[in-house]
């Protein structure tokens, strides 16, 4: 397709590429040791919430909705996570 012809396959860095059920609850473990914003924040989820919510509104009332909510993009995991002092 024409919308796809400017992609680039990019190819990840990180080791955690399949099985990473419960990463997310580590890194906020690792967080919380190191006094650092968790990666999976309440902000992110709130977001996340309007946006799939917002789908559904939008495919309801045949409507554009437009997303109110913010969210910080968090920096990604180090290489060496869990070792994440170094993030």
């Not at 190819?11 to 914003?37: F, K, N, Q, W």
């Not at 709130?46 to 913010?70: P, R």
Request: net charge negative; aromatic share 10%.
């Amino acid at each position: 397709m024409d919308r796809f012809k400017d992609w680039k396959e990019i190819v990840s860095e990180h080791p955690y590429t399949e099985d990473t059920r419960g990463i997310g609850l580590a890194d906020m473990a690792y967080a919380i040791r190191d006094h650092r914003p968790e990666r999976a924040s309440s902000e992110m989820a709130y977001h996340a919430l309007e946006a799939m919510t917002g789908l559904l509104t939008s495919s309801a009332q045949q409507l554009f909705y437009q997303v109110k909510s913010t969210c910080s993009q968090p920096s990604p995991l180090p290489k060496n996570f869990p070792h994440s002092e170094q993030a």
